[in-house]
């Protein structure tokens, strides 16, 4: 389609909006602010357009409507002006808004927890096929990391010779066992996931104690769906116990176990170099942009274009070469293993297309807005759905299925596709001269080495850091893009004031996109934005004080780094101990109540920026925000304002320190720093 074509096709479409709101106040990413302004001169509505136009349901923000029945939807909203005196909203079963808004909040939670878990099935069951040779495409990659997992797994990696003595165990056996148990997690009904068990000793025996270890990783979500049928679980303290089970069961379950096995399939991720942001693609190049979650797909399509004979077939399309490049978490997974670019996070998928130059754009499963099939309509962009689980109806979308026995035959034929789609560009092609240097990959074994100097090292050099104060403590900074806040600021925001107060930040998913588009994860940012006492320990060691460690699924890996700060010493016994706060500043996806649940479940701080739908039912409210305290060590909370976010979590950190009986060391190297600069002025 030509310029003028597109206009009028998006102008049919788009519904008439009064007065569009200035893009400059709905994102602090000029690539993205760019793109906004292409857009409407194009006619093609987005999401930032939608946002403005459809405002939010106020009952359901504040978490108080119920349809799991026909005689609702009961809607329980608080009177304005607050209650007075007894609370006696009820549904017409009688349910309160406590059991109401749990029960949402349950739901979730169980969708959240299914759909990292799913993934993570998928990881296995793949994993399981690699190591029985069932597929060529898939290979046991990286051994050490199997060997180093196996015995989590309750598999030997030796058996004994005639003499008694150790022999090193065959390694295709160890991976078929290990694939076997790690699919045996999700249907499993009674006992403990087995994965819980690397839990520092003391969370794992509270967890116990209070009965929430998870059995079964499928029957934990399960068991929250007929909880949350009606006239079910009708107590919301009885219903947080269910929510930890079935987080528990994705966090240090179905996450993990995914990270583990792509980890081994593909190899444990260690620090590359890269870019970000729209600038990334490139004009005279078939651009294909991969968007979803699981690397299973992306892997292929990484191998498949870096073939001889596609890389010709794009040179004789008259294309300089294929530049692959990412959008959410399946960018992150290509990025930390293969230094692929990042072309955005959530809210920047419809501006990719918006650019013109974008050939085809691959996607899985998860966080892929409907919309880009509109978007795409107005371009020459094919969308090509890959998973049976996630088709678009839109007749301008062609699906391909991904089959893991002929994955790299469907990769060859999706990168052919776009190929093939390079010369039906029409559209005057706009690429915003937006891209930021990064370094990623900073899995937990990573870190250890980058601290601990030594491959078997430990975490002990991070922790005599914070121990004399020079890092204040450790912030895990994740989650989404939401359209009812301004895209990227609250991200960059709190993520600058943490390191400015000496706190390191641990980043996944579209965080970790945001940090890496204004240059945070690089080592010369220490300097500009972090306290003296951060800017120190990044500079001796070279690295970012952002260290992004990749997609959400690989929140798994900041319960790990947690796990194994714990294990190093001098910092309590227990992640609860630990100066240590998470948050997510833009969330919207419903993975992301999982994850908040089992980090809290954890022992974490964690605060949700934007909204949480529990305002309308205090007790519940004060349940998650204040009791779980006392019960887990870490607790929810909700901060809009992001430089109050990120003092609360300071505040946190900081009582944590006091607790441990180290806020004094800090004062003492902050006065050391002001000694020091006094010096240095003289
Ligand atoms: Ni996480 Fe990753 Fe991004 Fe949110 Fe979606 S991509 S799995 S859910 S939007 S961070
Ligand atoms: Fe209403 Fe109760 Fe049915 Fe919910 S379960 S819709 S509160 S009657």
Redesign the pocket.
Known sequence: MTTEEVKKKAAAGAKKEKKAVNAKDLTVDPATVEMIERSRELGIETIFDRAQTMKPCNIGLQGICCKNCAQGPCRLPMPKGGIEGEDTRKGLCGATPETIASRNFARMVAAGAAAHSDHGRGVAETFLAAARKETEDYKIKDTKKLLEIAPDYGVDITVEGEDGEKLARDMDEIAVELGETALAQWGQQQGEVITVKRAPAPRYELWKKLGVIPRGIDRETVEIMHRTHMGVDQDYENMTDQCTRASLADGWGGSMIATDLQDVMFGCPYPVKSSANLGVLKEDHVNIIIHG?EPLLSEMIVQASELPELLALAKEKGANGIQLSGI??TA?EILIRHGVPLAG??LQQELAIVTGAVDAMVVDV??IMENVANVADCFHTKIITTNPRAKIASGNTIHIEFDEHTAFNDAKKIVKEAIENFTKRETEVMIPDYSSDLIAGFSYEAINYHLGGTFRGSYAPLNDNIINGRIRGVAGV????NARATHDEAHITIVKELIKHDVIVLT????AITCAKVGLLTPESAKVFCGAGLAEVCETVGIPPVLHMG???DNSRILMAATEVVKAGGLGNDISDLPAAGSAPE???E??ISIGQYFVASGVYTVFGVTLPVSGAPVFEDHLYNKLEGIYGGMWDLEADPIKHAHKMIAHIDKKRKALGIDKSRERVLMDMAARQKLEAA
């Open positions: 979650h959410c978490c992150n996070n959530y998860q966080c994740v989650g989404c893009n996944t998913g579209c965080n997609s959400c699924v969330w919207m996806s993975k992301a």
